[in-house]
């Protein structure tokens, strides 16, 4: 008998580690909720900084800004269920991806709701954010009409660029948050090196499970070496509620058409940010590019995320970029796997406890987890250029592409004089990229026609 128990453990735990690389099915509890806490850890201090940030400037209450951090993980974790397990409408038309993405807070928002907020206070943020909106809406619904501007020249070209922003990203987290006093400390370098190492080693050594979870075994090990080194911020935990219902329209929605306008032109960028994403996805998990109907769902489900977000006071949600990156080096794609983190999301929204304790995790301890995962997302743009391949023509565009995209819109103060359009189109690299590479894109046309491979397999 106790044989038999124990063959019927050993075939249920290589069913597991054959279901994490699939996108159906659900492995057991114990081993989809590590991979899908190492989703949630990974995102959860860029999903909460904006909210701070703009909570910061608006002048709230600690009160009100502990009921923004609640809602905008309740948003998250419910946004991700959408994209895993999509809303249909109709035979061809989803809102939802039904791919493993992970949804967050976006800092494409904080410059505008920053200027908006200290101008007209949260309300006009969350109003304009609100019908701004819409215009992902558009993107989503009409997909099918514009996908021909994203071919997979455009789309490489905005992971690789999301991948060079992240990095930077990466290394302040890394030398312990972009502002800290002790930015660069041996402290924080330290802590960081420790749990890039085990990171590291477990990718390198580790099998099954314990490889897969590299990134939350790092983050693990990281905090408990800040805990002793008394880098972690427990007073905060111990002053968390446990309980709190997340309630919508806690604050007065206002609309003003100046700040709509500018919310608009920024779901515009929110939406690219999600092409790439979602394109980043498909390729690392599926070695494919993703589908118009996976595409258009993504884009659909991150202006509902976003729309709700409004409505229960957060900021506009989007896909993550780090999340893609994980996927990437893990190529763990289950969807019951991440729908666990999701639900890990969403009960932090109700206990702000829980939700003090991984938002205390020190900058540094995440950045040495996590900033491989975002040179994963760079070689996934290069991985998908190199499917467009390296015409004299490809090259011609790559050239003007990044050296408008990547070199003019990191600075802001070459085109300072130009009309506000144009500086919109440098306002910000992703943006930059993307815009320039398609109208270079267009202006070099190829007569060679665009095929999408692994369309039909993939619906």
Same mark, same amino acid.
């Given at each position: 008998?106790?044989?038999?128990?124990?063959?019927?453990?050993?075939?249920?735990?290589?069913?597991?580690?054959?279901?994490? !690389?699939?996108?159906?099915? @659900?492995?057991?509890?114990?081993?989809?909720?590590?991979?899908?806490?190492?989703?949630?850890?990974?995102?959860?201090?860029?999903?909460?900084?904006?909210?701070?940030?703009?909570?910061?400037?608006?002048?709230?209450?600690?009160?009100?800004?502990?009921?923004?951090?609640?809602?905008?993980?309740?948003?998250?974790?419910?946004?991700?269920? #959408?994209?895993?397990?999509?809303?249909?409408?109709?035979?061809?038309?989803?809102?939802?991806?039904?791919?493993?993405?992970?949804?967050?807070?976006?800092?494409?928002?904080?410059?505008?709701?920053?200027?908006?907020?200290?101008?007209?206070?949260? /309300?006009?943020?969350?109003?304009?954010?609100?019908?701004?909106? %819409?215009? =992902?809406?558009?993107?989503?619904?009409? !997909?099918?009409?514009?996908? @021909?501007?994203?071919?997979?020249?455009?789309?490489?070209?905005?992971?690789?660029?999301?991948?060079?922003?992240?990095?930077?990203?990466?290394?302040?987290?890394?030398?312990?948050?972009?502002?800290?006093?002790? !930015?660069?400390?041996?402290?924080?370098?330290?802590?960081?090196? #420790?749990?890039?190492?085990?990171?590291?080693?477990?990718?390198?050594?580790?099998?099954? $499970?314990?490889?897969n979870s590299a990134i939350l075994?790092?983050?693990?090990? /990281?905090?408990i070496v800040a805990a002793f080194?008394?880098?972690?911020?427990?007073?905060?935990?111990?002053?968390?509620?446990?309980?709190?219902?997340?309630?919508?329209?806690?604050?007065? $929605?206002?609309? &003003?058409?100046?700040?709509?306008?500018? %919310?608009?032109?920024?779901?515009?960028?929110?939406?690219?940010?999600?092409?790439?994403?979602?394109?980043?996805?498909?390729?690392?998990?599926?070695?494919?590019?993703?589908?118009?109907?996976?595409?258009?769902?993504?884009? $659909?489900?991150?202006?509902? /995320?976003?729309?709700?977000?409004?409505?229960?006071?957060?900021?506009?949600?989007?896909?993550?970029?780090?999340?893609?990156?994980?996927?990437?080096?893990?190529?763990?794609?289950?969807?019951?796997?991440?729908?666990?983190?999701?639900?890990?999301?969403?009960?932090?929204?109700?206990?702000?406890?829980?939700?003090?304790?991984?938002?205390?995790?020190?900058?540094?301890?995440?950045?040495?987890?996590?900033?491989?995962?975002?040179?994963?997302?760079?070689?996934?743009?290069?991985?998908?250029? &190199? @499917?467009?391949?390296?015409?004299?023509?490809?090259?011609?565009?790559? /050239?003007?592409? %990044?050296?408008?995209?990547?070199?003019?819109?990191?600075?802001? =103060?070459?085109?300072?004089?130009?009309?506000?359009?144009?500086? %919109?189109?440098?306002?910000?690299?992703?943006?930059?990229?993307?815009?320039?590479?398609?109208?270079?894109?267009?202006?070099?046309?190829?007569?060679?026609?665009?095929?999408?491979?692994?369309?039909?397999?993939?619906?």
């Amino acid at each position: 008998m106790p044989t038999l128990q124990n063959e019927n453990r050993k075939r249920e735990k290589q069913n597991d580690q054959q279901l994490v !690389y699939q996108l159906e099915g @659900r492995p057991r509890l114990r081993t989809a909720l590590p991979l899908g806490l190492q989703h949630v850890l990974a995102m959860f201090t860029s999903n909460l900084a904006p909210i701070l940030i703009i909570a910061g400037v608006c002048g709230l209450s600690g009160a009100d800004t502990v009921i923004m951090v609640q809602c905008a993980m309740f948003v998250s974790g419910l946004t991700t269920f #959408v994209q895993l397990y999509p809303i249909k409408l109709g035979k061809k038309r989803q809102i939802g991806a039904n791919l493993p993405i992970v949804m967050g807070t976006s800092f494409a928002f904080v410059p505008t709701a920053s200027a908006i907020g200290a101008a007209g206070g949260i /309300g006009m943020v969350l109003g304009g954010c609100l019908l701004g909106s %819409f215009t =992902e809406v558009f993107m989503g619904f009409f !997909y099918k009409y514009i996908r @021909r501007f994203f071919p997979p020249l455009v789309v490489g070209c905005t992971l690789v660029t999301i991948g060079v922003s992240l990095l930077d990203v990466g290394v302040d987290y890394f030398a312990g948050g972009s502002g800290a006093a002790d !930015y660069g400390s041996i402290q924080n370098l330290g802590v960081a090196f #420790v749990s890039l190492t085990v990171v590291i080693l477990l990718q390198r050594f580790g099998k099954g $499970l314990l490889k897969n979870s590299a990134i939350l075994v790092g983050l693990i090990v /990281g905090y408990i070496v800040a805990a002793f080194m008394g880098m972690v911020d427990t007073q905060a935990i111990s002053e968390a509620a446990w309980f709190r219902v997340p309630i919508p329209f806690h604050f007065k $929605l206002e609309f &003003s058409l100046p700040a709509v306008l500018s %919310f608009a032109a920024l779901f515009v960028t929110s939406g690219l940010e999600t092409i790439g994403n979602t394109s980043g996805i498909t390729v690392a998990g599926f070695d494919r590019e993703a589908t118009e109907r996976e595409t258009a769902g993504a884009i $659909l489900a991150d202006a509902l /995320g976003s729309t709700t977000a409004a409505v229960f006071n957060a900021l506009p949600n989007t896909a993550f970029g780090q999340n893609a990156g994980i996927v990437s080096m893990t190529k763990v794609v289950n969807k019951w796997c991440i729908a666990t983190g999701a639900f890990v999301l969403m009960i932090s929204g109700f206990l702000p406890k829980l939700g003090a304790i991984f938002s205390a995790i020190p900058n540094a301890v995440l950045g040495g987890s996590i900033i491989t995962v975002f040179g994963m997302i760079l070689i996934n743009g290069i991985k998908m250029i &190199s @499917r467009a391949g390296f015409s004299e023509r490809n090259i011609l565009i790559m /050239g003007i592409t %990044f050296a408008f995209g990547l070199g003019m819109a990191n600075h802001p =103060e070459a085109v300072a004089q130009l009309p506000s359009a144009l500086r %919109f189109v440098f306002s910000e690299p992703v943006t930059a990229t993307c815009i320039i590479s398609i109208v270079a894109n267009l202006l070099f046309a190829s007569h060679k026609p665009e095929i999408a491979k692994d369309e039909k397999a993939a619906e």
